[in-house]
């Protein structure tokens, strides 16, 4: 068991370490904006993270240092995809989940001194598979429950981040290139989205798309604490407000609220557990 020091010792030294390294892609002095956007998200991530962890009974409160790490280290590739590729389109560039955990693995690899072997491992994993269109079979519960802790807080605040932006009329300043802010959401993004509650990025046309897609991340949320949240901040009324309203769009927003006030509602979550 770590003691309230060594827990702050261990806090300090993985921010140092982090922040050290988003510096080093500073552009005369300035990080450029989008990398700036990343720097904040992660700082924001690691504290729902935290929020996660202390509001479920499956993480023992010694392992909430790693709940930190895992937020706070979650999006490490972002920084050089961005440097080498322009964009955060892992589909047109590089999976940033892969990148980060070379990344943890090769540049920040002291950190491995902080921390025991095994978190080491549920740390490079997670940040490995936090941006994967599904969770792949075959984990072990701790694991799993890592991977899908590290998924929940990023989702939490990329919807803080796009109902922001969308409120504020600023989309085009975070997916540049993602050039259709008019047309409504295809077809096939619908009935993806309907027949398997998740789409893939390729898929993504227009910003309708978009949106639709990261409505359908509820589906995937798997903490209590985080449905009850997504509920709480009233995300999925938040963006639909900006999805055009085809019969097809009515339908995956309608299915998923329906879902969450379903799943908030069953005795398990009420539990916490």
């Known amino acids: 068991m770590w003691s309230d020091a060594m827990v702050e010792a261990f806090n300090r030294e993985l921010s140092s370490s982090f922040d050290r390294y988003a510096s080093s892609f500073r552009v005369q002095g ?9 720097l904040r998200h992660s700082y924001r991530v690691r504290e729902e993270a935290m929020s996660i962890a202390r509001h479920s009974d499956q993480v023992p409160p010694h ?3 790693l709940a930190f790490a895992v937020g706070l280290l979650h999006d490490l590739g972002r920084f050089q ?7 955060f389109n892992d589909s047109a560039s590089v999976d940033h989940g892969d990148l980060g955990a070379r990344i943890l693995e090769s540049d920040l690899s002291h950190l491995s001194a902080l921390m025991p072997q095994r978190w080491w491992h549920l740390l490079t994993l997670s940040i490995g598979l936090h941006n994967k269109r599904r969770v792949p079979q075959g984990l072990d519960p701790d694991e799993e429950l890592w991977v899908r802790l590290a998924r929940d807080a990023d989702r939490l605040d990329v919807y ?3 109902t922001g932006h969308l409120e504020r009329g600023t989309m085009i300043k975070i997916i540049p290139r993602l050039v259709d802010q008019d047309s409504p959401p ?3 993004i619908v009935e993806e989205i309907l027949s398997t ?6 898929m993504v046309r227009s910003l309708a798309d978009l949106l639709l897609v990261q409505i359908s991340w509820a589906y995937d949320m798997s903490f209590p ?3 009850a949240e997504v509920l709480r901040r009233g995300v999925v009324e938040r963006i639909s407000r900006f999805v055009p309203k085809t019969s097809g769009a009515k339908r995956v927003i309608q299915d998923v609220k329906a879902w969450l006030v379903s799943s908030t509602r069953s ?3 009420q539990a916490g557990v």
Do not use: C, F, N
């Not at 300035?30 to 990343?38: F, S």
């Not at 509650?197 to 390729?202: F, V």
């Open 81 to 87: 995809q961005y440097r080498l590729h322009g964009t």
């Open 267 to 269: 005795p398990a979550v």
């Open 160 to 162: 803080r981040v796009i």
């Open 30 to 38: 300035e990080l450029p904006y989008l990398l700036d956007l990343k």
């Open 186 to 188: 295809s077809d096939l």
């Open 63 to 65: 392992q909430h240092p």
């Open 197 to 202: 509650h998740t789409a893939d990025y390729s």
């Open 225 to 227: 604490w985080s449905m």
